[in-house]
């Protein structure tokens, strides 16, 4: 299989730790987002979207979507689970999930900031409007997880959520916003990164890591 991704994807760095979680191997092809390889006719010919990841397999097949892809992981690579077997549980996991990867890193990612350049504001506009949706998307977060006992977002064992969390919190800190005031979502988070999956995903931990 082949991930194409980019280091500071964190849609793409989601998919990686679901990969690292489930212990299954492939090769990764980088698209530099900031050099507009997405675009590139070949690219656009496996992801109409021109976004990463996608998900490349053996057969040919190709998905897209990084919650889709690790969807597929889970009933594909069943162990170990990354929903709950309980079905309300399930639902308030990927409500923390989509949450994130739904309603707060679209509205912050490249492709905004850069039409937020576009329309005339300068860089420090694009920064707080990034910080900001950071800050509204896991104040969120924070009360979803708030009543979940740890040490993850939703118990004893890393699931959807904290895979969607850790990236998340990684472009809060990029952004600036004092991530201080979500004490729960940073318990989940340091559980997470006490595991290789989570620390071998990290943007700096890539090969094509700037």
């Not at 040919?60 to 990084?66: A, E, F, P």
């Not at 990034?130 to 104040?139: C, F, H, I, K, P």
């Not at 064992?157 to 004490?183: E, T, Y």
Request: glycine share 6%; aromatic share 6%; with cysteine.
């Amino acid at each position: 299989m082949k991930l194409h991704g980019y280091f500071r994807s964190s849609a793409a760095w989601r998919v990686r730790i679901a990969l690292n979680l489930k212990g299954v191997d492939v090769e990764h092809v980088s698209h530099h987002l900031r050099h507009g390889e997405q675009r590139d006719p070949a690219y656009l010919a496996l992801n109409p979207q021109g976004l990463v990841p996608t998900l490349e397999l053996d057969d040919g097949t190709v998905l897209t979507q990084s919650l889709a892809i690790i969807e597929w992981l889970d009933e594909t690579y069943p162990e170990p689970a990354l929903l709950p077997n309980d079905a309300l549980e399930r639902a308030k996991v990927r409500a923390f999930a989509q949450a994130i990867a739904c309603d707060t890193h679209p509205v912050q990612n490249l492709k905004v900031l850069n039409r937020l350049r576009a329309l005339g504001h300068d860089a420090e506009v694009a920064l707080a409007w990034a910080a900001n949706v950071n800050v509204d998307g896991l104040s969120a977060c924070e009360q979803l997880a708030t009543n979940s006992p740890g040490p993850f977002c939703f118990g004893a064992k890393p699931s959807l959520a904290d895979i969607c969390l850790v990236p998340q919190l990684g472009n809060a800190r990029r952004f600036k916003v004092d991530v201080a005031q979500f004490p729960r979502l940073l318990q989940a988070g340091a559980a997470a990164m006490e595991l290789a999956a989570f620390r071998d995903a990290t943007p700096d931990r890539q090969a094509d890591a700037e």
